[in-house]
């Protein structure tokens, strides 16, 4: 999982799975974001099943109001759970997240 702050984008990387003993899927993954009074509940993604031995970002697009909200109120928290599968098993896992924006400077 990542850690720590991002920084506001239009898709950002919350979290990177990596493949041990055979190839894996993400089985069910969220996102709960809030920036101010605004929250919304998203799903991250990964670009299809993930090879052995192989790693993959998650990413979560932000768009509309959400991100307009995070870049008015220069930040947001994102808390992601993450289930992923293989034929060695399953597991998941919870992190907590901070997303930053740049604040325009006045002058």
């Given at each position: 999982m990542v850690s720590g702050k991002l920084k506001l984008a239009k898709s950002i990387q919350v979290a990177t799975i990596t493949c041990g003993f055979g190839p894996c899927t993400l089985d069910s993954a969220t996102a709960q974001l809030k920036a101010g009074k605004k929250k919304a509940t998203l799903t991250p993604t990964v670009s299809g099943p993930i090879a052995a031995g192989g790693t993959a970002?998650?990413?979560?697009?932000?768009?509309?109001?959400?991100?307009?909200?995070?870049?008015?109120?220069?930040?947001?928290?994102?808390?992601?759970?993450?289930?992923?599968?293989?034929?060695?098993?399953?597991?998941?896992?919870?992190?907590?997240?901070?997303?930053?924006?740049k604040k325009k400077k006045k002058g």
């Open positions: 970002p998650v990413m979560l697009t932000l768009k509309g109001k959400f991100f307009r909200a995070i870049k008015k109120k220069g930040k947001g928290k994102v808390q992601v759970s993450l289930e992923a599968s293989s034929p060695a098993g399953s597991t998941k896992a919870t992190t907590k997240l901070k997303v930053t924006a």
